[in-house]
């Protein structure tokens, strides 16, 4: 069964502190790793798309990882604007069709 | 350009009644899917409409839930006879036919039923 486990649940920073989130999975194939981030009451927008291991993508003070096992997203300095819930998910080849297999989240809080 | 546009933003319905909730896909955009937030837990697939062909209807949870999609557009979900426990945020993404296949969602539709 394909699953997608993302850790921590929760993380607190202060302004400028470096730190990275992690989302491990485990699919069958893996056609695609998708990175979100949700704000409360919206939807989630779309972040990343990560198709092989060692292929990293950067947006901002935001970048994404992937190996064959996980994923990692390294935020750099974050300032309070980037506090949200980020979400991982990817498109297993078991899917007939393209729908995702998310992870639980990580709720990520920054401090001024 | 527009993004997918889902309505109501909020419904309050009493346990028993039914419920039709509306998303209108980003133009152009071939594939449709709704998917459940439930306070909690984590986005859970219910169905996917792809141009013309049947839909994937292997995550709806029980027979009260039900979806159709017009003119390979505008989808509606229904579900019969609301549950406590259907009460989550639904919501709507649609993606291209052609990869890269990234999925963009609308702002959903938080479903309380009393």
């Known amino acids: 069964e394909d699953q997608v486990t993302q850790s921590p649940e929760a993380l607190r920073l202060q302004e400028g502190e470096s730190s990275s989130l992690n989302c491990s999975y485990t699919?069958?194939?893996?056609?695609?790793l998708f990175w979100y981030r949700q704000d409360p009451g919206k939807g989630p927008e779309f972040l990343f798309t990560?198709?092989?291991a060692g292929e990293e993508k950067e947006k901002e003070r935001l970048k994404a990882t992937l190996t064959k096992k996980e994923s990692f997203l390294h935020i750099t300095a974050p300032k309070p604007e980037d506090s949200a819930t980020y979400l991982c998910?990817?498109?297993?080849?078991?899917?007939?069709?393209?729908?995702?297999?998310f992870g639980g989240g990580t709720r990520l809080m920054v401090k001024p | 350009g527009a993004g997918v546009s889902q309505s109501p933003s909020n419904k309050v319905t009493e346990k028993g009644k039914d419920v039709e909730l509306r998303c209108d896909p980003i133009?152009?955009?071939?594939?449709l899917y709704w998917y459940r937030q439930s306070l909690g837990q984590g986005l859970e697939f219910l169905i996917y409409?792809?141009?013309?062909?049947?839909?994937?209807k292997s995550g709806l949870p029980s027979d009260r839930f039900s979806a159709e999609r017009t003119g390979g557009s505008v989808s509606t979900l229904t579900i019969q006879r609301t549950q406590q426990e259907d009460s989550a945020v639904y919501l709507c993404?649609?993606?291209?036919?052609?990869?890269?296949?990234?999925?963009?969602f609308g702002p959903g539709t938080r479903l309380t039923v009393t």
């Open positions: 993404a649609s993606s291209p036919h052609r990869g890269p296949y990234e999925q963009y």
């Open positions: 699919v069958s194939g893996l056609r695609g």
């Open positions: 990560l198709y092989s």
């Open positions: 998910a990817v498109r297993p080849f078991s899917n007939a069709g393209n729908m995702l297999t």
């Open positions: 133009s152009g955009h071939t594939a």
């Open positions: 409409f792809q141009g013309n062909s049947a839909p994937d």
